[in-house]
C-alpha cells in the first residue's frame, strides 16, 4: 500500500515526535556527560529492542537465563521505583515508538521505511526539544503564547 497525506498515521506520529522533543528538552539542562552516555544509551537500546524483537523473547525462556532474567526484570523494578522520571520518559519513548512502527506496518509499509520514518520522525523531535530547552528566547516565546491562551480562555 503507498502512503499518502490522507492515509499517514499522524497521530501515532506526532506521539513519537513528542516524545523525543520532550527527551530533547529534558537533555537541554542536563550536563554533557549523561547527554552522552544515559539517555544514548536509553535510545540505542529502545531502537535495538524493538528491531531485534528476538533478544527479548530469548530472555524469558526456560533455562540457565532464568536467573539473569529475573535480574533484569528486577533491576527494572528497582529503576521504576527509584528513578520514575527518566524510567517513566524511557516507557513513554518505547511505547511510542512501538506504537508508530505499528501503525506503518499494519498500512503495508516496507520496513526499510518504517525504519528511516522514526529515525527522521524522532531524531527531528530530538532536535527541536533541544533548541527550544537550549534557547532562551524561545523559552520565553512559548511562556507569553501560554499566558495570552489562558487571557483568551479565561
Request: hydrophobic residues 60%; aromatic residues 12%; proline residues 3%.
Amino acid at each position: 500500500m503507498k502512503l499518502s497525506l490522507l492515509t499517514f498515521p499522524w497521530l501515532s506520529m506526532s506521539c513519537v515526535g513528542l516524545a523525543y522533543a520532550l527527551l530533547g528538552w529534558h537533555l537541554s539542562f542536563l550536563s554533557m556527560f549523561w547527554l552522552v552516555d544515559f539517555w544514548l544509551a536509553t535510545v540505542v537500546i529502545i531502537f535495538v529492542l524493538i528491531w531485534r524483537g528476538g533478544l527479548v523473547s530469548r530472555w524469558f525462556r526456560l533455562g540457565p537465563t532464568v536467573l539473569v532474567s529475573i535480574f533484569l526484570i528486577s533491576l527494572t523494578l528497582m529503576l521504576a521505583i527509584n528513578f520514575a522520571e527518566p524510567f517513566g520518559l524511557a516507557l513513554v519513548l518505547l511505547l511510542s515508538i512501538f506504537w508508530g512502527r505499528l501503525e506503518l506496518q499494519s498500512r503495508g509499509v516496507h520496513q526499510r521505511l518504517v525504519l528511516m520514518c522514526l529515525i527522521l520522525i524522532s531524531s527531528t523531535g530530538l532536535a527541536l526539544g533541544w533548541v527550544v530547552g537550549r534557547d532562551p528566547r524561545v523559552v520565553e516565546i512559548l511562556r507569553q503564547g501560554a499566558q495570552q491562551t489562558q487571557w483568551i480562555l479565561g
